[in-house]
């Protein structure tokens, strides 16, 4: 071999240079070394509306990262477009660990119905699930049904006459009311918002008839009465809101529905800062303050093994192949 005929001199200089190559590779392939990493504030992208139920996730668990960080993360609403405008503009940032997106289960159905938007699949590297949260089908107070039963056939006999407000083709209220129309042949009038945020305030002002849409943002307003509320859309009923009844009861067991929530970052981002970000989603996953949050709003936080880059992977992908079947139909609108 040539290497025998180098002699001790020759292999250590040879050793010397690639320590000294490996070295430099480290300094321009790691950056943002893990040991320096954060040394400033973090931007968390939200692509709805401010004040709606994903931005309520995010800004929860964003304070605990980064109290775990060890430097803000600062959530900005990036809204529109179902989604894609916030989600492409995530995928398009300097992936250097100081801009993440937080989407929920969108970031698997929004970029079906906007081909050639974002490619949830190729454009991030994965940080972990968040949580998984059930929605309610809720109506302004003085809308005339006050059963689901009622509502079914209600929204049947009034057709177009009807509002329902979402937020934009491919999100999760916009889901909720494809299953529900596909259940109960229900043809309402769509009045998309840039978030469920917007959309409740119209609800509250009786400005829209009816939604569907997370805990996270209609169990204040269902406790107080100032919106009708229908169902949950669980198996069961759901401890904080005991007197709503689950899709389930209510014969509408096809339209359960889980909204889960993950943390992206750009595509490149380097892995021990990713690791970084998982283990700071991990701790605040557990934080008391994050807890007691999710509780009251019926956000189900997802266990540590969860909190991962493999499980949020798994279930993107997962999820993209079971809902690219039951958009099929909207695809072809
Ligand atoms: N709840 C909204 C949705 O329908 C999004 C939001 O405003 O958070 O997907």
């Not at 056939?153 to 209220?173: E, F, L, R």
């Not at 849409?213 to 269902?222: A, C, K």
């Not at 993107?316 to 609108?333: G, H, N, P, Y």
Request: glycine content about 8%; proline content about 5%; charged content about 15%.
């Amino acid at each position: 071999m040539i290497i025998s005929g180098l002699g001790k001199a020759g292999l250590r200089s040879m050793a010397n240079k690639g320590a000294c190559t490996l070295m430099s590779l480290c300094l321009l392939a790691c950056p943002v070394a893990a040991q320096t990493y954060p040394s400033r504030s973090i931007t968390m992208i939200v692509p709805y509306a401010a004040g709606g139920p994903t931005d309520t996730v995010a800004r929860v668990v964003a304070d605990a990262m980064g109290r775990d960080l060890g430097q803000r993360v600062i959530v900005e609403n990036a809204a529109g477009a179902g989604g894609t405008i916030g989600s492409l503009r995530a995928a398009k940032a300097e992936p250097n660990g100081y801009t993440l997106i937080l989407n929920h289960i969108g970031m698997a159905t929004a970029p079906i119905l906007y081909p050639g938007s974002v490619d949830p699949l190729t454009s991030f590297e994965y940080i972990g699930l968040v949580a998984d949260v059930p929605m309610t089908i809720v109506a302004r107070r003085s809308f005339q049904p006050n059963t689901l039963k009622e509502l079914i056939d209600y929204t049947a006999k009034q057709g177009n006459k009807i509002t329902y407000a979402n937020a934009g083709a491919g999100t999760a209220s916009h889901i909720c009311g494809v299953l529900f129309a596909s259940e109960t042949g229900a043809q309402p009038v769509t009045v998309p918002y840039k978030g469920t945020g917007p959309a409740m305030i119209d609800l509250l002002g009786e400005q829209v008839d009816f939604m569907c849409d997370q805990t996270t943002n209609t169990t204040n307003q269902i406790k107080s009465r100032e919106i009708k509320a229908y169902a949950v859309t669980t198996a069961q009923r759901i401890p904080a809101l005991v007197d709503i009844p689950s899709v389930k009861e209510a014969g509408l067991g096809n339209l359960e529905l889980s909204i889960w929530h993950g943390i992206y970052a750009p595509k490149g981002t380097a892995a021990e800062v990713a690791a970084r970000l998982t283990s700071a989603l991990q701790s605040a996953l557990k934080d008391e303050v994050v807890l007691e949050r999710f509780n009251q709003l019926s956000a189900l936080p997802v266990s540590n093994d969860q909190a991962s880059a493999a499980a949020l992977k798994a279930k993107l992908t997962s999820e993209i192949t079971r809902w690219k079947k039951v958009l099929a139909a909207e695809i072809a609108k």
